[in-house]
């Protein structure tokens, strides 16, 4: 369940959290062993879950886990050289890599060629792949 992977992210309890939501626990604990659908739930309990978890309402919904498990895939089972180069990028970054600049053509061009040459990646999982690793830096 998203909220249980969200706590074990933010290494917090499920009494915490219903503390610092100001929800009740058992409202939290029926959300959680399935007893209450979140959805069912009132939008001021989702929102201050989300609040207090630091996500968007949408997230903790059925939708936002299905987009959210969605984006997750576009990250794996990658043509070979594209997730090479993602691979490489990713860890130009944590490293500091004074060679991040050839990593992100590199990589923009993989996408490039797996979206548009091959087609192997659909333009909204292309797109997805750009905004997430190549334009988050250039935001103002």
Same mark, same amino acid.
């Given at each position: 369940?998203?909220?249980?992977?969200?706590?074990?992210?933010?290494?917090?309890?499920?009494?915490? *959290?219903?503390?610092?939501?100001?929800?009740?626990? %058992?409202?939290? @604990?029926?959300?959680?062993? $399935?007893?209450?659908?979140?959805?069912? @739930?009132?939008?001021?309990?989702? =929102?201050?879950?989300?609040?207090?978890?630091?996500?968007?309402?949408? *997230?903790?919904?059925? %939708? $936002?886990?299905?987009? %959210?498990?969605?984006? !997750?895939? =576009?990250?794996?089972?990658?043509?070979?050289? *594209?997730?090479?180069?993602?691979?490489? &990028?990713?860890? #130009?970054?944590?490293? $500091? @890599?004074?060679?991040?600049?050839?990593?992100? $053509?590199?990589?923009? #061009? %993989?996408?490039?060629?797996?979206?548009?040459?091959?087609?192997?990646?659909?333009?909204?999982?292309?797109? &997805?792949? /750009?905004?997430?690793?190549?334009? /988050?830096?250039? !935001?103002?």
């Amino acid at each position: 369940m998203i909220i249980e992977d969200l706590l074990e992210r933010r290494k917090m309890t499920k009494y915490r *959290l219903a503390i610092e939501a100001n929800i009740p626990h %058992s409202t939290l @604990s029926e959300i959680c062993n $399935g007893k209450t659908k979140l959805e069912k @739930s009132s939008a001021e309990t989702v =929102y201050k879950l989300a609040k207090t978890l630091g996500v968007s309402m949408e *997230l903790l919904t059925e %939708s $936002g886990i299905r987009q %959210s498990e969605r984006e !997750r895939s =576009y990250e794996y089972n990658l043509p070979s050289y *594209l997730q090479h180069d993602l691979d490489a &990028y990713i860890d #130009g970054l944590k490293k $500091g @890599s004074s060679l991040l600049d050839c990593l992100w $053509g590199e990589l923009y #061009g %993989s996408i490039n060629i797996a979206e548009i040459s091959e087609g192997t990646i659909t333009p909204e999982h292309a797109d &997805y792949l /750009r905004q997430k690793f190549l334009w /988050r830096g250039m !935001r103002t």
